[in-house]
Structure formats: structure tokens, C-alpha cells
């Protein structure tokens, strides 16, 4: 198997630097929210009773982590929309954000386009392209990312300037101090889980290396939902595995009985249980249940905790974790976690086919 402390294999594998991006992400965090509270939203922006961020893989899963975080304290619904289609419930209180890292997707380019023919508030999040183009011709506010990496590396700018949004809407209370232990918590782990640190003391190294040549599954519940989801999308992309996530309680209603077949199957998978002790306390029994449900079915298996007190911590703490762990599964996989080809060659083809 490879080894992880061979700094030669870091130069053979990631000659783009995906590990210098991913290390960046609490630095990037900190400077995503200096941008968007000194971003003005316009006046009429203030009376908003519905939210739909519009966007695909790695520009839309910032909105699925806001999803979780505001679910714990606003009253307004929030969605995330990653089709062709603007859902039909908009209207003049609805704020439409785009988010989109190229500014070149064809779903956001098309559920935003719908959006201008609504009475909607509308926001681009992009570094460029046809959004912008698009948002700058309307007058429609854009928040420009400004930092080169692949979509999906480049979450503090999708993920934070949503939060900062939504706090000057009034929809989530002020999250200046949670950014703040964060940032902190997110640099305290990076010594403990990047490159630099070895094997033997770091729980990402260990974590892919135990993932390695098996079927990742990834469990979340509650505001852990989407730090869930990332783990999946990072391995996907990353590690160019696969990977599926599932949510409790709901997969205590269905995923365990599949347990048992194909009887083959048991051996090849590994189970990831993301958790934190703001679950609910029936959901937390649920996780122990199922770790032995697990065990008996010859599952291998590892309970996470999220580390530090704010839920923003907690995710983001489990999602730095996962970033860094399929970073290393891509090494021990023996290929590059930088580029994404076959997505490129889909949007190509699917250009072609205009
Ligand atoms: O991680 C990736 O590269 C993809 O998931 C992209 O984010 C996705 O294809 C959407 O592209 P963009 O983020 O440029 O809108």
C-alpha cells in the first residue's frame, strides 16, 4: 500500500496541490466572511419569507450545509434547488441565489434564467462566466469569488458568504463569534490531520487507510445531514469512489434491513457514522444501536464526533475531516484528487448536444 508519509507521493499524486487547497479552508473561511459583511444587499432585499439557492455539486452543497444550520433557529423555509426547473412557488418574497463556482452550469444557468422572469429577489455567488454576465445585464447583486481552486475546494466561498447573507436578512441570529471558534477549531485540527503529520497520530491518514478497497457509506443525521453528503461528494470526487450517504432515523426504516444481502457484500463495505451530541437523544440511541446491528451483520464501522460547541464547528469540524480522509483515499487509490475528467468530458459532451 502506498505510504502516506512519503512526502514523494504527494508530489507524484497531487503535482496541482489539491492538499495546499484543502489546508487553505479555515484561512478561506475567515476571509469569505470578511468579504460578505462588507457586501451591501440592497434595500429591498430586507423582506424575504422564502429562500432557493440554485446550484450543482460543489456550489451546492454551501447550501445544504446553510440548510442545516439555519433549520436550528429560522423560520424560513430554505431549499436547494439542483435541476433545470425553478420550483413553481416563487414569488416577490423569494430570494433566488445562484451559486455556481464557473458561472457555466446549464441547470443554474436555466433555473436562474427562469428566475428573471419572476417578481424574485435574485443574488449570483460566482467567479465568472455566463452568470455573471447574465446577473450584471439584470442589476442583480453578485458576490465574486475570488480564489482558484476546483469548485468543491473552494467551499468557504459558497458555504460562508450564505451565512453572512442570511444574517443581515435577519433569517439566522449573528454568527460572528460561532465563525470565530470555527476558524479556530478548523486550525487546531489541521496540525493533527494534514500531510505533515504522521500516520501513526493522524485520524484522516488512519481513516483512509481503513477505507481503503472498501465501499464507503456515509451516516448523518439532523444539522449533520450535509456534512454527510460532503463526505459522499468528496470521495466521489477525490478518491474517484464510490460512495453513498444515508440519514438517520430514516435508515433505521429501511437501509438495515439490506443488511443481509448480497452476503458477499458485507465484507466489502465500511460504515461512517458522522455524530454529535446536539442530536436528538433518541437519534444518538439509534446511532448505537445500529453500530451493532453492524457488528453482528460483519460490517466494519467508526463512529465520528464532531469536535467543538457551536453546530457551524461541529460540521464544519466533520467536513474537514472527510476532505482530508478522501484526499488520502485518492493517494492509497493511486490517482490524482484534483481533476474531475469524466465531469469534464459530460459537460462537453452535453455541450455538443445542443
Ligand atoms: O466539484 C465539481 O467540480 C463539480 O461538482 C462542480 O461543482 C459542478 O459540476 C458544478 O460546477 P460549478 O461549481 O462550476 O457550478
Known amino acids: 500500500m502506498i505510504d502516506l508519509d512519503n512526502s514523494e507521493v504527494y508530489q507524484r499524486l497531487d503535482p496541482a496541490g489539491m492538499r495546499e487547497r484543502i489546508g487553505e479552508l479555515p484561512q478561506q473561511c475567515l476571509e469569505a466572511w470578511q468579504q460578505v459583511l462588507s457586501f451591501k444587499l440592497p434595500k429591498g432585499y430586507s423582506n424575504i419569507d422564502r429562500i432557493i439557492i440554485l446550484g450543482m455539486g460543489g456550489s451546492a452543497i454551501g447550501g445544504d450545509l446553510l440548510n442545516c444550520l439555519a433549520s436550528l433557529e429560522s423560520e424560513t423555509p430554505i431549499s436547494v434547488c439542483r435541476d433545470y426547473d425553478l420550483p413553481h412557488f416563487v414569488d416577490g418574497k423569494t430570494l433566488v441565489i445562484a451559486s455556481s ?15 428573471l422572469t419572476t ?41 460562508i458568504p450564505l451565512v453572512g447573507i442570511y444574517q443581515k436578512l435577519g433569517i439566522i441570529s449573528d454568527k460572528s463569534k460561532d465563525v470565530a471558534e470555527m476558524v479556530q477549531i478548523l486550525k487546531d485540527q489541521q496540525s493533527t490531520i494534514d500531510d505533515s503529520c504522521p500516520l501513526k497520530l493522524n485520524a484522516a491518514k488512519q481513516l483512509a487507510t481503513r477505507l481503503y478497497s472498501h465501499l464507503a457509506i456515509i451516516y ?4 449533520l445531514s450535509a456534512a454527510a453528503r460532503r ?16 440519514i438517520f432515523p430514516e435508515l433505521n426504516h429501511n437501509a438495515v434491513v439490506g443488511y443481509e444481502f448480497p452476503t458477499d457484500l458485507a465484507q466489502m463495505l465500511f460504515v461512517v457514522l458522522l455524530r454529535s451530541p446536539h442530536l436528538h437523544p433518541r437519534t444518538l440511541i439509534r446511532y448505537k444501536l445500529t453500530a451493532e446491528m453492524l457488528s453482528n451483520a460483519k460490517v466494519s464501522h467508526e463512529i465520528i464526533d464532531a469536535k467543538g460547541e ?29 481533476p474531475v475528467k469524466i465531469i469534464d468530458f459530460l459537460k462537453k459532451r452535453l455541450a455538443e448536444e445542443k
Open 231 to 246: 463526505w459522499k461528494t468528496q470521495i466521489n470526487e477525490n478518491s474517484k469512489a464510490w460512495a453513498f450517504y444515508e
Open 101 to 115: 463556482y464557473s458561472g457555466m452550469t446549464e441547470e443554474t444557468l436555466s433555473s436562474f434564467s427562469q428566475a
Open 310 to 338: 457551536s453546530p457551524l464547528s461541529q460540521m464544519m469540524s466533520l467536513v474537514f475531516l472527510g476532505d482530508w480522509t478522501s484526499y488520502y483515499l485518492s493517494l492509497l487509490n493511486e490517482t490524482d484528487p484534483y
Open 119 to 159: 417578481p424574485a429577489k435574485k443574488l449570483a455567488i460566482t467567479t465568472g462566466g455566463r452568470l455573471k454576465d447574465i446577473a450584471g445585464q439584470n442589476d442583480i447583486p453578485i458576490l465574486t469569488i475570488d480564489y482558484k481552486a476546483p469548485p468543491r475546494a473552494a467551499l468557504a466561498h459558497s458555504f
Open 220 to 223: 448523518g443525521a439532523g444539522f
